[in-house]
């Protein structure tokens, strides 16, 4: 079965420091990979979706993930962070077929300080 | 505004009542799903479907249920709430989880005393 493990549950960082939340997930078969934001008492907001083809993926608000295969991990970059992008963030993964179903990390929650 | 509207926002159950939570989307979406969110957990699926007339159990599904007889509605039942159910639930709609990942809605924060 498939899983996927946000390594840290906290991540404190000041503003325009750059900010790296890491994702690694366990799958035999290929997945779909994603990163979503939820920001304070609202629903998730897709940051980033990596489905195939080059392993860097860019997506809304600066922010980057990168695909790695080998080391099945699917990390969240930023090189510089602003207060604004203090939330909770979710890696997610699916497996191809004709359900949909998402299976959510943990969630790592990025503060970041003045 | 077109996405996936949830109601009501807060409630709060005394134990053993139930009640249904609410799920309506626009965008003729036929895969919808129930998450329900805890505190370090991140989000766990309770129930999808893939089209009306068709749900299908998540990873938690004991103690709700669903039904799906429009593609825009997918009401989640809790029958005879728990303390256990306090959590806050999410539902969202997909035309294709790949191509457009998923719309959330805004959430329902149950709270069962």
């Known amino acids: 079965a498939q899983s996927v493990t946000q390594l840290d549950s906290q991540v404190p960082v000041f503003e325009e420091a750059p900010v790296e939340l890491r994702c690694n997930y366990s799958s035999s078969v290929s997945v779909y990979l994603f990163w979503y934001v939820q920001y304070p008492n609202q629903g998730l907001q897709l940051l980033l979706k990596?489905?195939?083809?080059?392993?860097l993926v860019k997506g809304i608000n600066g922010f980057e993930a990168e695909f790695n295969k080998s080391q099945t991990s699917f990390h969240l970059r930023k090189p510089s962070v602003h207060i604004s992008d203090t939330a909770e963030y979710f890696c997610a993964v699916t497996l191809s077929g004709n359900t949909g179903k998402l299976i959510f990390g943990q969630g790592t929650t990025l503060q970041v300080k003045p | 505004n077109a996405g996936v509207t949830q109601t009501p926002k807060f409630r709060i159950l005394k134990i053993g009542q139930s009640m249904t939570l609410q799920c309506t989307q626009d965008m003729n979406h036929n895969y919808m799903y129930w998450y329900r969110q805890d505190p370090g957990m991140g989000l766990k699926l309770i129930y999808y479907?893939?089209?009306?007339?068709?749900?299908d159990k998540g990873e938690v599904p004991n103690g709700y249920n669903v039904s799906r007889s429009t593609t825009e509605d997918f009401p989640l039942r809790l029958e005879l709430a728990a303390p256990s159910q306090t959590s806050v639930y999410f539902c969202?709609?997909?035309?294709?989880?790949?191509?457009?990942?998923?719309?959330f809605g805004s959430g329902t924060r149950l709270t069962v005393v």
């Open positions: 969202a709609s997909t035309g294709g989880v790949r191509a457009y990942g998923y719309t």
């Open positions: 990596y489905l195939s083809g080059s392993t």
């Open positions: 479907s893939v089209g009306a007339g068709i749900t």
